[in-house]
């Protein structure tokens, strides 16, 4: 099969090397890839013609929704964008949501419904890949992850079927997509179980001085806190793009009390240092953030550091993340509480891993020339230390496509199954530009 068939079979879909729109076509959020050929599908026929095309001549396909991931970098390959599907339908609580579309997008119409669903913390990001990666939102404590969300899939397959996957049917491709990536198949829509959402309180704290202190007040008050309340703690620097500078406090509250909110944060309010910057009712998609587009002039920062799931935020933790942040001026420490809905689904009704965790951790320097070029072993250490004192890595916040850290993102009786799962769905491998799981 030509490109010239392609672009018959998917018109004005296809985008090549040479054709005009090809420079936007291979934009995605942070950066500008060189694939071999593009695929804007607007239909599930589509994807199914992309996917077979790719089988014929062996190329790897990246899927793209949102456009966040990493594997937009690499070289190669067919970029099956599937912006153009977008539509969410909404019938009660049961919603059915296209796999191109945006958070932002599919919140604004759930609001109209006073509906929500735990979701990614950005406008832009995409469905598919925050809600095949778990999926750690503003309401995991009470609802858990956007995958746990998730009871049901229209997929197409490596060999271009379309499958239907639910607990009833095919219910081991299901239990792989509420986790396990992009490795089984495009899901072309997911259905979720929604939650009545009013609206929200969110709430937004300054911090002055030393955070060892308060982190520990987080740490013991988060365990008995009301499950409407999920928080993250972040100290970033003054380049960070997505934050104001400095350490602050954000809590997302479910419902639209004012009262009971602060009184949930009370312990926080009470201690020395730390201000009431906001603390007010709004609609749950005004607190999503706009996050910039790339500027393909000036070129995004490494990042030297990680990410790890924790289940108990000791002493020792909290003085290695303060104590980085400390170390290095380019450097970002960020937590979100886990526990409560997140901790009910058991360990082995999805592949997501360490379900014990209490806490999600992240920490890293911006790696900018002439700032760390004496440091980036030491940083790497540091990091590698704090690292060994959590339990797994959490895929969507890994800006790597380092194909080995998959094996730290599952326990070791999730991962076979899912090699086993692969293996059934996807025997070529031709899912690989994710954390890729091999074929058993």
Same mark, same amino acid.
């Given at each position: 099969?030509?490109?010239?068939?392609?672009?018959e079979l998917v018109p004005e879909g296809v985008i090549a090397p040479g054709d005009p729109d090809w420079d936007d076509?291979?934009?995605?959020?942070?950066?500008?890839?060189?694939?071999?050929?593009?695929?804007?599908?607007?239909?599930?026929?589509?994807?199914?013609?992309?996917?077979?095309?790719?089988?014929?001549?062996?190329?790897?396909?990246?899927?793209?929704?949102?456009?966040?991931?990493?594997?937009?970098?690499?070289?190669?390959?067919?970029?099956?964008?599937?912006?153009?599907?977008?539509?969410?339908?909404?019938?009660?609580?049961? @919603?059915?949501?296209?796999?191109?579309?945006?958070?932002?997008?599919?919140?604004?119409?759930?609001?109209?419904?006073?509906?929500?669903?735990?979701?990614?913390?950005?406008?832009? @990001?995409?469905?598919?890949?925050?809600?095949?990666g778990g999926g750690i939102g503003w309401m995991v404590r009470a609802w858990g992850l956007a995958a746990d969300q998730?009871?049901?899939?229209?997929?197409?397959?490596?060999?271009?079927?379309?499958?239907?996957?639910?607990?009833?049917?095919?219910?081991?491709?299901?239990?792989?997509?509420?986790?396990?990536?992009?490795?089984?198949?495009?899901?072309?829509?997911?259905?979720?179980?929604?939650?009545?959402?009013?609206?929200?309180?969110?709430?937004?704290?300054?911090?002055?001085?030393?955070?060892?202190?308060?982190?520990?007040?987080?740490?013991?008050?988060?365990?008995?806190?009301?499950?409407?309340?999920?928080?993250?703690?972040?100290?970033?620097?003054?380049?960070?793009?997505?934050?104001?500078?400095?350490?602050?406090?954000?809590?997302?509250?479910?419902?639209?009390?004012?009262?009971?909110?602060?009184?949930?944060?009370?312990?926080?309010?009470?201690?020395?240092?730390?201000?009431?910057?906001?603390?007010?009712?709004?609609?749950?998609?005004?607190?999503?953030?706009?996050?910039?587009?790339?500027?393909?002039?000036?070129?995004?920062?490494?990042?030297?550091?990680?990410?790890?799931?924790?289940?108990?935020?000791?002493?020792?933790?909290?003085?290695?993340?303060?104590?980085?942040?400390?170390?290095?001026?380019?450097?970002?420490?960020?937590?979100?509480?886990?526990?409560?809905?997140?901790?009910?689904?058991?360990?082995?009704?999805?592949?997501?891993?360490?379900?014990?965790?209490?806490?999600?951790?992240?920490?890293?320097?911006?790696?900018?020339?002439?700032?760390?070029?004496?440091?980036?072993?030491?940083?790497?250490?540091?990091?590698?230390?704090?690292?060994?004192?959590?339990?797994?890595?959490?895929?969507?916040?890994?800006?790597?496509?380092?194909?080995?850290?998959?094996?730290?993102?599952?326990?070791?009786?999730?991962?076979?199954?899912?090699?086993?799962?692969?293996?059934?769905?996807?025997?070529?491998?031709?899912?690989?530009?994710?954390?890729?799981?091999?074929?058993?």
């Amino acid at each position: 099969m030509t490109v010239s068939t392609l672009k018959e079979l998917v018109p004005e879909g296809v985008i090549a090397p040479g054709d005009p729109d090809w420079d936007d076509a291979r934009r995605f959020h942070t950066g500008i890839g060189e694939p071999t050929v593009v695929v804007r599908a607007s239909t599930v026929d589509d994807v199914r013609a992309a996917l077979r095309y790719a089988s014929a001549e062996r190329l790897d396909v990246m899927v793209r929704s949102g456009g966040h991931s990493a594997w937009g970098t690499i070289p190669g390959g067919l970029t099956l964008d599937l912006a153009a599907l977008s539509d969410v339908a909404v019938d009660g609580e049961l @919603v059915r949501v296209g796999g191109g579309a945006s958070w932002g997008h599919v919140a604004g119409i759930l609001a109209e419904h006073g509906l929500g669903i735990s979701s990614g913390d950005t406008k832009s @990001v995409g469905v598919g890949g925050l809600t095949l990666g778990g999926g750690i939102g503003w309401m995991v404590r009470a609802w858990g992850l956007a995958a746990d969300q998730l009871v049901g899939a229209q997929v197409v397959t490596a060999r271009g079927d379309v499958v239907e996957a639910s607990g009833r049917s095919h219910p081991d491709l299901m239990w792989a997509l509420r986790g396990g990536g992009g490795n089984f198949g495009v899901v072309t829509r997911f259905d979720f179980r929604a939650h009545p959402l009013p609206g929200v309180v969110f709430a937004t704290l300054g911090i002055a001085g030393d955070s060892r202190a308060l982190i520990r007040t987080l740490r013991d008050m988060m365990p008995t806190a009301p499950r409407e309340l999920t928080l993250t703690f972040a100290h970033v620097p003054p380049m960070d793009p997505s934050a104001p500078p400095g350490a602050a406090i954000t809590a997302c509250w479910i419902g639209e009390d004012v009262a009971a909110a602060r009184a949930a944060l009370a312990p926080l309010l009470a201690l020395d240092g730390v201000t009431e910057t906001a603390l007010e009712a709004t609609a749950y998609p005004d607190i999503l953030m706009e996050m910039p587009a790339m500027d393909p002039d000036q070129a995004l920062p490494g990042f030297i550091g990680g990410n790890t799931l924790v289940h108990d935020l000791s002493d020792e933790v909290i003085d290695r993340l303060v104590s980085f942040r400390e170390a290095h001026d380019a450097s970002v420490i960020f937590l979100r509480s886990l526990g409560g809905a997140y901790g009910d689904v058991a360990q082995d009704d999805t592949p997501f891993p360490a379900r014990d965790a209490t806490w999600f951790a992240m920490a890293g320097a911006f790696d900018i020339p002439g700032l760390l070029d004496d440091s980036r072993v030491q940083i790497q250490a540091e990091w590698d230390a704090i690292a060994a004192l959590g339990q797994a890595l959490y895929g969507n916040f890994t800006p790597s496509t380092d194909s080995s850290l998959v094996t730290r993102m599952y326990p070791p009786g999730s991962m076979a199954r899912l090699a086993a799962i692969k293996r059934e769905w996807d025997p070529q491998n031709l899912f690989n530009r994710c954390h890729n799981v091999l074929p058993a």
